[in-house]
């Protein structure tokens, strides 16, 4: 087989084809035994048919159609093993010549990442950070269980700090216009929180139930979405219900009550080492990203298009998804932020292109240093996971090949961020 390659950029790769008479042939007898079960030979049982008189009995061009997938297929594929090239998308096919059965030559064009420089990574040296722990931590912790142990209990008095108020209400602009994400019903308040926008809360201390008051905010103008940061709002609310908090005493009972402790100061140790483990964890993972980010950037290569693309219809589709479970339409997302569909798509681009670079960063660094994910450390994975995942919709979803497919992609990537890690804290 003659295989020509070439690149017209350095994202792009045009390859022509040409196969043997002799391989030609091979494909052909493959692609005819897939006729045995569908012509019928007198004298031959379905299916018990010698190839070689199968041909005669198949329309030519339902054998041609088949034939040239068959062979386009099989010789493409061969084609770029050979060549040591990476194709990241479907090839553009264009065949060139076809005598059927002896002349086949054809054109694949496709993107490719063609090069990758990479940065010398066993030379980039990071020092990790510890975590510790203060007694305000630990503190904050055991305010969180006080809360939410606490009794509630309603009140015929004025709110104030500390109480909880169940609350209607709804935001408008200055044209009288609903403010979508401002308004909301039948939700509790704990006055002094901090959950809502500065001055929200403190409007409704002195309120009792069944009052009503209207005023004017100016939301943050780093508030996360976009749409509201630094707009004045004016909201109605109405207080329907206000209830006193009493949070129970820290002692050893409350310890207790917790969980398996006899005294607070087990509970204080456990929640140390607890939220300690938790804090570990996201530095260990913060430190990974931040590492491989350096990684990337004294990286050099060509990205695709197509890849980075590919990229933000994912993002786009996982936003999507959220705003599903808080009830949003894309339509409303999008006027919200105030911007266009493919105003949003080029605010993604730059996130997706490093998320991308990333990617084929890691994927080299693991083709370097020759790290592989056996069969047996796969399936102990997907054991595990089956274990800890028992609802039926999971344990379908991780059943399909392409579930596998992931996980030996995440495994991967766990081996290739423990490597860098190794390599940058020597």
Known sequence: MQVKIEYPSKTE?????????????????????????????????????????????????????????????????????????????????????????????????????????????????????????????????????????????????AAKAGDQVWIDFKGTDAKGKPVNGADGKDYP?????????????????????????????????????????????TFEVSVTKVQEVVEPKVDDDFAAKVGPFKTVAELKADIKKQVGLERQQQSDRQYESDLVREIAKKSELEIPKVLIDDQVERMEQEER?????????????????????QQHKEQKRPEAEERVKISLVLAEVADNEGLQVTGEELDVRMQLLRGQYQDPAMQAELNKPQARSDIASRILTEKTLEKLVGYATK
């Open 13 to 157: 790769a045009v390859m022509t084809v040409i196969p043997t008479d002799a391989e030609l042939q091979n494909i052909k007898e493959h692609v005819l035994t897939h006729f045995q079960d569908k012509v019928k030979v007198p004298g031959f049982r379905s299916g018990k048919t010698p190839v070689s008189l199968i041909e005669k009995h198949v329309e030519p061009e339902a054998l041609q159609s088949q034939f040239l997938e068959e062979a386009i297929e099989q010789l493409y594929g061969q084609s770029i093993r050979a060549q040591k090239v990476r194709p990241v998308d479907r090839p553009e096919i264009a065949i060139k010549k076809f005598v059927p059965f002896t002349t086949l030559e054809f054109e694949a064009k496709f993107p490719v990442v063609n090069v990758i420089k990479l940065a010398d990574y066993k030379k980039i040296k990071k020092a990790k950070v510890a975590v510790k722990l203060t007694a305000e931590d630990v503190n904050e912790v055991i305010k969180s269980l006080q809360q939410r142990m606490s009794d509630k209990k309603d009140v015929d008095r």
């Open 189 to 233: 308040l704990t006055l002094g929180s901090n959950a809502f926008i500065p001055g929200f809360e403190d409007n409704l201390i002195g309120l009792k139930a069944n009052q009503d008051k209207t005023f004017t905010l100016t939301f943050p103008k780093d508030y996360g979405v976009a749409a509201l940061a630094g707009k004045k709002v």
């Open 321 to 341: 998804q959220n705003l599903v479970y808080r009830g949003q339409t894309w339509e409303e997302h999008l006027k919200d932020e105030g911007v266009s569909e």
